[in-house]
C-alpha cells in the first residue's frame, strides 16, 4: 500500500501516508485554499437566498494558476477564431462565468478542505507513529480525486507545463534547480492520483 492507493471493503480507498507526506500534502491543499479565496458568506451578510443567487466574475483571474483552474468555457477548438468569433467567444464566456464560477470555486473550496481535514484527523492519528493509513469513504474519494487534480494543474501551471514532452523535460533538472522539489510533488501526486482513479473503477 505505501504510496498508492488501494480499494476498501464496500467502496472507498486506502493509502498509507508517512508524517512528511501528510505534511505535504495538506500544506498544498491549504496553499489552494488560500488561492481559491474566501466563499461568499465569509465576507457578506449571512443571508443562503442572496449567497444562492449571487452573480460571479464575468472577467478571467489575472492569476495564471486561477486560469487554468477556471479556464473560459467557451473557446475555438480550431484556434483562432475567425472574424467575430473572438467577442462572441468572450462575451459568451463572460455570461457563463458570471453563473457558475462561484459553485466552481465552492466545490473546489470543499474538495481541499476535505483533503485538510482527513489528513489532519490522520495526523493525529499517527503522532509517534511515523505514518498512519488514510481510510476514505467513496464520496472521500472523489473529493480527494478532485483536489489532487486541483494541485497537479496548479502546480503544472506553476511549472508552465503544458504537454508531456514538458514534464519530461523537467523530470530531468538537476537536482540544484529550484524547481526540482516542485516537479517531484508533481510526479508524486500524479501517481497517487492515478492509483486513485484505478481503485475507483468499477
Same mark, same amino acid.
Given at each position: ?9 464496500? #467502496? #472507498? ?23 481559491? &479565496? ?29 486560469? $487554468? ?9 480550431? #484556434?483562432?477564431?475567425?472574424? &467575430? ?23 473546489? $473550496?470543499? /474538495?481541499? *478542505? ?13 503522532? &509517534? ?19 489532487? /487534480?486541483?494541485? $497537479?494543474?496548479?502546480?503544472?501551471? $506553476?511549472? %508552465? ?32 492520483? %492515478?492509483?486513485?482513479?484505478?481503485? *475507483?473503477?468499477?
Amino acid at each position: 500500500m505505501p504510496g498508492h492507493f488501494e480499494p476498501l471493503p464496500g #467502496g #472507498g480507498a486506502a493509502v498509507a501516508l508517512d508524517d512528511v507526506e501528510i505534511s505535504i500534502i495538506r500544506s498544498l491543499a491549504v496553499q489552494l485554499l488560500e488561492l481559491i &479565496g474566501p466563499g461568499p458568506a465569509e465576507d457578506a451578510p449571512d443571508d443562503p437566498l442572496a449567497e444562492l443567487f449571487a452573480e460571479g466574475p464575468s472577467e478571467p483571474p489575472a492569476d495564471p494558476v486561477l486560469r $487554468r483552474l477556471f479556464p473560459d468555457a467557451y473557446t475555438d477548438p480550431e #484556434g483562432t477564431p475567425g472574424p &467575430g468569433r473572438a467577442d462572441e467567444q468572450k462575451a459568451h464566456s463572460a455570461e457563463f462565468r458570471r453563473f457558475t464560477e462561484n459553485d466552481l470555486r465552492a466545490g473546489k $473550496r470543499e /474538495n481541499a *478542505l476535505t483533503v485538510v481535514r482527513s489528513l489532519d484527523a490522520l495526523a493525529s492519528e499517527a503522532a &509517534g507513529e511515523g505514518g498512519a493509513v488514510l481510510k476514505l469513504t467513496p464520496p472521500q474519494s472523489q473529493q480527494w480525486l478532485r483536489a489532487l /487534480n486541483d494541485l $497537479r494543474l496548479a502546480i503544472g501551471s $506553476r511549472l %508552465e507545463i503544458t504537454d508531456e514532452d514538458d514534464t519530461d523535460l523537467l523530470y530531468r533538472l538537476p537536482d540544484d534547480d529550484p524547481r526540482k522539489p516542485m516537479v517531484m510533488a508533481y510526479l508524486w501526486l500524479g501517481g497517487l492520483q %492515478e492509483t486513485l482513479v484505478t481503485t *475507483l473503477l468499477p
